[in-house]
């Protein structure tokens, strides 16, 4: 049996998440402050589009590849997405709508007065919910 686990964070977070959608190997994935919603952030920014530049063209120009990189269907193993409440980088709501959408393999854990970078600053006290959850994650 598989022990992989996928962590990643941010951008890093979609893309666990992505993997996690189409390989049904993994043990689970931790997504820290995930986006989950391209056309959701490709719209809320001011002037860059960085997820137009990500996938290499905005949905006008290329309606496909934008269909292609988005999270369809459910994850196909148990997903924590930890998020702090003050992240200001990615919307909190990218993980509370994934998570009501998926509440079947979602465990959620929204860290209150948390902001974007905590989540991976060793140092910060919110880093115990990732370490925590790995814990979880290596008994299965």
Do not use: C
């Not at 049996?1 to 951008?11: P, Q, W």
């Not at 459910?74 to 993980?95: E, F, K, M």
């Not at 959620?108 to 994650?137: R, Y």
């Amino acid at each position: 049996a598989s022990r992989i686990v996928l962590i990643g964070h941010s951008a890093g977070g979609y893309l666990a998440l992505k993997h996690a959608h189409e390989d049904a190997g993994l043990i689970g994935v931790v997504a820290l402050a995930p986006i989950t919603d391209l056309v959701a952030i490709s719209d809320s920014g001011p002037g860059d589009d960085p997820t137009s530049s990500a996938i290499g063209a905005t949905r006008d120009e290329n309606a496909g590849r934008w269909s292609d990189a988005m999270l369809t269907g459910s994850p196909l193993s148990t997903v924590h997405s930890i998020h702090g409440t003050d992240d200001s980088n990615v919307p909190p709501a990218q993980s509370t709508s994934y998570g009501a959408t998926h509440s079947d393999v979602v465990v959620e854990h929204q860290l209150p007065g948390v902001n974007h970078m905590s989540l991976i600053d060793p140092h910060d006290e919110s880093f115990s919910t990732l370490l925590g959850t790995l814990e979880d994650l290596r008994e299965r």
